[in-house]
């Protein structure tokens, strides 16, 4: 986006809309909202009843099922419900808990695997088989906040283009934390610039308990991909935002992430770990190509962001050795992050960042706390990654 256009953006009102129909808000946040291209309007009642489809997937979390499907079924007004567990062949009780709620609730139904079948084959059976307007993909360990299905089917009811509407959620370990319910606006991003913002930060801004999507937007172009099994959530918002706008829920807690020693994330993808960063970066910028070369390549600028997200990417890679080098980190995979780099853009090592690892590797690892020539940049890198989570609180991206 063009200097001229953010400054437009940020002392203007977008077309049609008038400053009444948007919620107050703080100034910051405003002109922020504005000069990245978002539209901030008030929340709309929810007319009628709506039907939202959540698919459950489960396995060996049946400790975890009743509060989650609890959660569904409690203070969600406005909302006619169908929950979906799908047991992918647990070992626990979890089979045996869905059968009882199935039981106890009209609203869930059940689906069995005899064999296991790995998380992306069942979340795509579970999607498949949702008949709500709306579907929610929730893991058995996770939970949704009061009012959570109302507001996200409010703004998807009231905004017709868009095609997956997402909020905040609360991270937790044993006891649920005071959640923030009170709805104080939306935020609307054209597809296109929300697309363009993950090309130009190369995060991840959506886990997926806080996610709901219209359910004919999903269809248009099918589930989860088997090739992507770490980084299967981000491929699937960068598909949306390439066909449908984005929504956005103001200071609202939507979901419980839940944090424990068998998250499929620790235990599969080694999260919070050297090869885990590893993995997620490899994985994320497949899904830039994959998106680019499937439902984005009619975008009139998808050469543009291809090649935009091809330089995040590749500077990224750089960043985590840049940084290892700057805390002396001796036992750092510094050549196979490096190679990465590379493998997604060969000209890296002519970049700023490329040329600063260069120097790095001149002058070695000393062995210091950290490296007295590179705490600026290792502070720099630090605050980056602080304002970046402060943006993602505030306004989604």
Not at 121 to 126: D, I, K, M, P, R
Not at 152 to 181: C, K, M, W
Not at 190 to 212: H, T
Request: net charge positive; with cysteine; glycine share 8%.
């Amino acid at each position: 986006m063009s200097e001229d256009r953010m400054f437009s953006l940020a002392f203007s009102q977008p077309e049609g809309k008038s400053r009444r129909n948007a919620p107050k808000q703080g100034l910051v946040i405003t002109l922020l909202t504005k000069m990245l291209g978002g539209r901030i309007r008030k929340a709309c009642p929810l007319q009628g009843v709506h039907r939202v489809s959540v698919v459950v997937p489960c396995y060996n979390y049946g400790r975890f099922l009743r509060q989650c499907v609890t959660s569904l079924i409690t203070d969600q007004p406005g909302i006619d419900v169908e929950i979906i567990i799908v047991d992918d062949k647990s070992t626990d009780n979890s089979l045996e808990t869905a059968r009882q709620l199935q039981r106890e609730e009209p609203c869930v139904k059940v689906i069995a695997h005899e064999t296991n079948q790995g998380h992306i084959a069942t979340y795509n059976e579970g999607l498949d088989a949702a008949t709500g307007d709306y579907v929610l993909l929730l893991s058995a360990d996770d939970l949704v906040t009061p009012g959570a299905l109302t507001r996200a089917a409010e703004l998807l009811a009231a905004e017709p283009s868009v095609g997956l509407v997402y909020g905040n959620a609360i991270h937790f370990h044993d006891t649920l934390p005071q959640s923030r319910t009170d709805q104080s606006g939306w935020i609307i991003w054209p597809g296109n610039d929300w697309l363009s913002l993950r090309c130009k930060s190369g995060y991840n801004v959506v886990a997926s308990p806080e996610v709901i999507m219209r359910t004919s937007t999903l269809r248009s172009f099918g589930g989860y991909r088997a090739d992507l099994p770490h980084a299967g959530d981000f491929e699937m918002w960068l598909r949306t935002s390439a066909v449908a706008d984005i929504g956005f829920l103001l200071n609202v807690d939507q979901a419980y992430h839940r944090h424990h020693t068998s998250n499929m994330n620790k235990v599969d993808f080694s999260s919070g770990t050297t090869n885990g960063r590893f993995i997620d970066l490899s994985q994320r910028w497949q899904s830039f190509q994959v998106v680019f070369s499937g439902v984005g390549r009619g975008l009139h600028n998808a050469a543009e962001l291809l090649e935009l997200a091809r330089k995040t990417m590749s500077r990224q890679a750089l960043e985590h050795v840049s940084y290892a080098y700057a805390r002396g980190k001796r036992d750092f995979p510094y050549k196979r992050f490096e190679a990465l780099a590379l493998e997604i853009d060969p000209a890296a090592r002519q970049s700023p960042m490329g040329r600063a690892v260069a120097r790095r590797e001149r002058l070695g690892i000393l062995p210091l706390p950290i490296h007295p020539l590179w705490a600026l940049p290792a502070i720099a890198f630090r605050l980056a990654e602080y304002l970046r989570r402060w943006r993602r609180g505030k306004i989604g991206v």
